[in-house]
């Protein structure tokens, strides 16, 4: 309440001697001032005026006085009291804070770049050599040989997919895991795989690649075009799970059964509520939800991709769940880059993909607060990985006590031991080796520290923050009262209805404009 008084005190101040209207006062609107910084970016934002042309000078003053008057008009209607409109509000100012604090453009530019790599679908082999679940450098060596002798051998001539089901068949406690996968997109594997698949040509192999699993061996068998979305109803006639039920003849025969009716002109969704096996898509007369390329079995995908008109049966399907018999539906394309980027930058924001998405807004900021990077300093640290852990409790024995100067912020030095410390404290990694998991984890550190800055000097650093917000503000306000006093008007009287309103507003509101300052303004 003393604001409120010291607010209205300072609007009759100046009413009551506009000849002393301060410098930073553009015009005072129903004893409200309305300063020169916002006058101008408000100006600038919406129309760029000429204030050295002194008709457009007068017809932007006149403009954004109305403006204001009508606002203050809502204001006294109470129309910023309501609880839509205050939780608008807050939503705009989240987003336009969360805004300014990233680099939407690069996060878009990168989660595109993304979307575009799914619109070929890969068919991919590989052979992975498993590491611990966590392990440092001295874990590597031997994993690492085996795999690279293995790549030598594809190089010199054996075939991929034979070595790999030979390994695989004959590896102790499954060392060595063979797989393939036939319909491969992005956002489905760990991004270093993913980096290194996309990069291959058709046929050729990739060398040792490792993750947080182990070292890939990563062949592309092809490529293909996204076919988009698919959606089928079918039935399913399960295998059984022991050697009680139906034998696989017996499940085959039943199915092919069905089939006959069904090209007979038998109902599809009837005999799948009474004879299908899958319990919840059966409720639904045999309704599956879209899906796309991988997402199910390849026998499966393959069969519904097959289709093409809707109504058409496929044939009997056999999966490792049974003999599925499938009707297509509908086909859509793939959803387009504008309808995925949302969910996309959302998961990319909470993995290990959040990396690359804040690339460029981290570097931005380092450029803004001289962030200096001391490598001899982070060799030392790293030099423990090859034994420790970064979050064992012998790494930290041994980084507590480390006092060179790591990096400097802002004119402010960290010395190793508080990463280490946040080490301990913060310990958010996607990564299981050492090494790698400490350099995420710093790359973290770096972020929150800049953050944190960012945060502490928003309101200098972004200006423009207040007035945006104002502007929101004031736009909606705007809108409510227009709607309430012209637009509920017949449109042909609606230029008339507002002639009439400025003039009373104008009439009950008293304004003062600071022609002094503002005829000073230029261009």
Request: hydrophobic share 40%.
């Amino acid at each position: 309440m003393r604001k409120i008084l010291m607010l209205v005190g300072l609007g009759l101040a100046f009413m009551a001697n506009a000849a002393k209207l301060p410098d930073s006062v553009a015009m005072v609107v129903a004893g409200k001032p309305v300063s020169l910084p916002e006058f101008v970016f408000m100006a600038k934002k919406n129309g760029n005026v000429d204030f050295s042309d002194k008709k457009a000078l007068n017809e932007y003053v006149e403009l954004y006085k109305n403006f204001k008057l009508k606002v203050h008009e809502a204001e006294e209607e109470g129309l910023d009291r309501g609880r839509d409109f205050r939780e608008e509000l807050e939503k705009y100012q989240a987003q336009l804070k969360h805004s300014l604090l990233s680099d939407q453009a690069a996060e878009e530019a990168y989660a595109r770049s993304i979307y575009d790599r799914g619109n070929e679908v890969l068919d991919i082999s590989q052979i992975l050599f498993r590491l611990p679940v966590q392990y440092v450098s001295n874990d590597t060596l031997a994993v690492y040989k085996d795999a690279l002798s293995v790549y030598n051998k594809i190089r010199s001539g054996e075939d991929f997919d034979a070595v790999g089901l030979a390994m695989a068949d004959t590896s102790v406690n499954k060392r060595v895991l063979f797989d393939r996968v036939r319909s491969f997109v992005p956002m489905r594997a760990l991004k270093v795989f993913e980096n290194a698949a996309y990069s291959l040509s058709d046929g050729s192999v990739s060398i040792p690649v490792r993750s947080s699993l182990g070292f890939h061996l990563i062949k592309v068998n092809g490529r293909r075009p996204n076919p988009g979305r698919v959606r089928v109803a079918h039935i399913l006639i399960a295998f059984s799970k022991d050697s009680v039920g139906p034998s696989r003849e017996e499940v085959r025969a039943k199915a092919d059964s069905l089939y006959q009716a069904l090209r007979a002109g038998a109902d599809f969704s009837t005999l799948a509520k009474e004879n299908s096996d899958d319990p919840q898509s059966a409720k639904a007369g045999g309704l599956l939800p879209l899906f796309g390329p991988g997402e199910m079995t390849w026998a499966f995908e393959n069969a519904a991709f097959a289709l093409h008109e809707p109504g058409e049966l496929s044939g009997l399907v056999e999966t490792p769940y049974g003999i599925h018999i499938l009707k297509l539906l509908e086909r859509r394309d793939r959803p387009s880059f504008e309808q995925e980027k949302t969910a996309m930058i959302r998961v990319m924001g909470q993995g290990e993909r959040n990396f690359e998405l804040y690339k460029a807004h981290d570097e931005q900021l380092k450029s803004v607060y001289d962030y200096e990077f001391y490598p001899e300093a982070y060799r030392e640290l790293r030099a423990l990985c090859d034994e420790s852990l970064p979050t064992s409790e012998a790494f930290y024995s041994k980084a507590k006590d480390m006092d060179k100067p790591l990096v400097r912020i802002n004119g402010e030095t960290h010395p190793q031991k508080e990463f280490a410390y946040y080490l301990k404290v913060a310990p958010f990694s996607t990564k299981a080796y050492s090494g790698d998991f400490m350099d995420e984890v710093f790359d973290l550190f770096v972020r929150d520290v800049m953050t944190t800055l960012e945060k502490t000097n928003f309101d200098q650093r972004h200006p423009e923050y207040a007035f945006l917000i104002g502007e929101y503000r004031d736009g909606m306000l705007l809108f409510n009262i227009s709607n309430q006093k012209l637009w509920n008007k017949p449109v042909e009287e609606q230029p008339e209805a507002e002639k009439l309103w400025l003039e009373e507003l104008n009439k009950k509101y008293p304004v003062e404009i600071n022609w002094k300052v503002l005829k000073k303004l230029k261009k």
